[in-house]
């Protein structure tokens, strides 16, 4: 790597060059370190960017070393951040998430553990024969998740000062009907029909706003879970909330980049209320766990529909664009299989485009 500012090598403002790197490095390994690299990495739908190092340690004849740095998009006052926090949280609970050496409040950048390149999504798309035993330790992780984090969460945990109330799931809502509907697909909706669609989607939200509150990720899916060392490690926690159980499910079992067979899912469904019911030592109505699935899955699907149209109308961002529609049929399928759902389904169908499968690029 030449030896320049890395401000210059990546299309992403670095606030950090090569000397810091190795000066950093130095710290966190107790000796000196040379042939230092830094090189960017595809990031997420987040403002964060990340790089990978690599390094060698002075006092070694051979080997090399690897590690994440992950720059906030700016500096966060005080020594810790969500991320931060929850990080150490999951930590104390012997869950498997990345470690942190270090963190550079100053800059906003923090050094993490390199669990590799391969996501969930990547391993399985390569690897199709392990669709089965990968998922059954993702459910399994997610049944931890929730009963270790649930049980332990307090005041220090961000997360437990955050809710999916109505009031944050009917903001996801006007989120995407902004950005999907009026930013996207150019069809926005008048006062008169923003509140109709509103007046017909708050149910559901008031449903979901009323179950049993669990620590949620928020972000459990394909992309965010590393097949590392022949096990998961869960990334991107630092949104974590308290919100019904079957949203993280949801993530998980009907996400965007990575779909499921109908029967897969359901097994897999029923594998995590056995976990449940294993865990809680109490049986699990199953009829109204799968109620709330479908109803939970209307409104994260949606989510994700409007954070994909965010990242192109008002990021520049197109990549997520293929994945519209697609989470839209999750979103069709669902409506149309839930006669409970009727009134909210005529509705959507409406003022959602693309909901009816006219989507540009749908099969």
């Known amino acids: 790597m030449p030896a320049q500012p890395a401000s210059s090598q990546f299309t992403s403002p670095a606030r950090f060059d090569r000397d810091y ?26 403002d964060r960017t990340y790089f990978r190092v690599t390094f060698a340690e002075e006092a070694k004849s051979s080997g090399s070393g690897s590690l994440i740095l992950m720059q906030l998009k700016e500096p966060v006052s005080g020594p810790e951040t969500d991320f931060t926090r929850i990080l150490k949280f999951l930590r104390t609970l012997q869950l498997p998430v990345p470690e942190l050496f270090y963190y550079d409040s100053a800059k906003g950048i923090l050094f993490l553990e390199d669990c590799g390149d391969t996501t969930l999504e990547d391993w399985i798309r390569d690897h199709p024969g392990d669709r089965e035993k990968y998922y059954r330790e993702a459910v399994d992780l997610l049944s931890r998740l929730h009963q270790r984090a649930t ?9 437990y000062h955050l809710r999916f109330d109505v009031e944050k799931l ?22 008169q029909e923003a509140g109709e669609i ?80 294993k865990e809680e030592s109490a049986p699990v109505n199953r009829r109204e766990f799968y109620r709330i699935f479908d109803w939970m899955s209307i409104q994260r699907n949606l989510k994700a529909v409007g954070t994909f149209a965010y990242q192109s109308c008002v990021r520049g961002n197109d ?7 697609g989470t839209l049929a999750y979103v069709r399928k669902t409506l149309q299989e839930r006669s409970d759902l009727h009134d909210l389904n005529e509705t959507l169908k409406k003022y959602l485009p693309g909901l009816q499968g006219e989507f540009p690029g749908e099969q």
Request: with cysteine; charged share 25%.
């Open 319 to 325: 990549r997520y664009l293929e994945y519209i529609p």
């Open 170 to 191: 009917m903001w996801e809502f006007d989120f995407m009907l902004q950005h999907y509907v009026g930013g996207l697909m150019q069809s926005p909706l008048n006062e």
């Open 151 to 159: 049980k332990h969460v307090g005041p220090d945990c961000p997360a």
């Open 198 to 277: 509103r007046r017909h989607f708050r149910p559901l939200c008031e449903t979901l706003a009323a179950e049993k509150l669990t620590f949620t990720h928020r972000d459990f899916h394909s992309r965010n879970l590393m097949a590392h060392k022949g096990g998961l490690v869960i990334l991107d926690f630092q949104d974590a909330r308290m919100g019904p159980c079957q949203y993280d499910l949801v993530s998980l079992l009907k996400d965007s980049y990575l779909r499921l067979d109908d029967g897969f899912r359901r097994e897999m469904i029923d594998l995590f209320i056995e976990l449940k019911e």
């Open 21 to 46: 790197i190795a000066e950093s490095l130095k710290s966190i390994l107790g000796s000196a370190v040379k042939d230092v690299a830094c090189a960017p990495l595809l990031g997420d739908a987040s």
